[in-house]
């Protein structure tokens, strides 16, 4: 039997004259920390080629645990005053400038933290802002039932939102996981209590 070498493989001839030639392809295994999925692939006859097991797109992922609505007051209020024994009509003003933004409580940069917030604001269905101001005076009649204090607040509607991130590799395994609370306005509101 002789035998000669190509680039790409061994040939090997069987028999003399005989007309059978069994091709043998070079095969390169992945190494781990190569860039290559955990999951192994193959590359042959340079092409890439994923080996049998489970696969999944590598990447950071967010999961919301608990969510819960709360409200931000200002800290003005308007207090109106009724002695009497009947309803009666009381104007109240409120004047205050306020903003409030989002923030993110996690061991993250500030572009990761970006990115929960819009992770987070995608998975619960949207609404929350970065920043709310409120600046306009806000000043209307309302009604006072007899005998009644009534004290007037402004201030925002705040979302608070509970969960982690998680890495998961290519072979499907997740780790790295970061727990983080994030509060966000999405609104503003006014109370008569």
């Known amino acids: 039997m002789k035998s000669v070498k190509t680039k790409s493989a061994r040939l090997a001839v069987i028999g003399a004259g005989a007309a059978a030639v069994v ?7 992945a190494s781990p920390g190569s860039g290559s999925s955990a999951a192994g692939q193959v ?6 080629v994923q080996a049998a097991g ?3 797109d590598a990447g950071w992922a967010v999961k919301v645990q ?19 024994k009947r309803s009666v009509k009381r104007t109240y003003t409120l004047t205050k400038h306020a903003t409030t ?5 996690a061991e993250a940069s500030g572009s990761f933290k ?28 309302t009604s006072v039932p007899p005998k009644t204090t009534l004290v007037v607040t402004r201030g925002f509607q705040m979302r608070r939102v509970y ?9 499907c395994k997740t780790g790295k996981f970061k727990s983080f609370q994030l509060t966000a306005p999405y609104g503003r509101y006014t109370a008569f209590d």
């Open 23 to 29: 091709a043998v392809p070079t095969i390169a295994l």
């Open 43 to 48: 590359a042959a006859h340079g092409k890439t």
């Open 54 to 56: 489970p696969h999944c």
């Open 66 to 84: 608990r969510k819960t609505k709360y409200r931000k007051p200002t800290g003005e209020r308007d207090v109106l005053i009724n002695k009497s």
């Open 101 to 105: 933004k989002w923030n993110v409580s």
């Open 114 to 141: 970006a990115w929960i917030f819009a992770e987070v604001n995608v998975k619960i269905g949207g609404g929350l802002e970065k920043s709310y101001s409120i600046t306009a005076t806000e000043s209307h009649e």
């Open 163 to 171: 969960g982690n991130t998680y890495y998961t590799w290519s072979n």
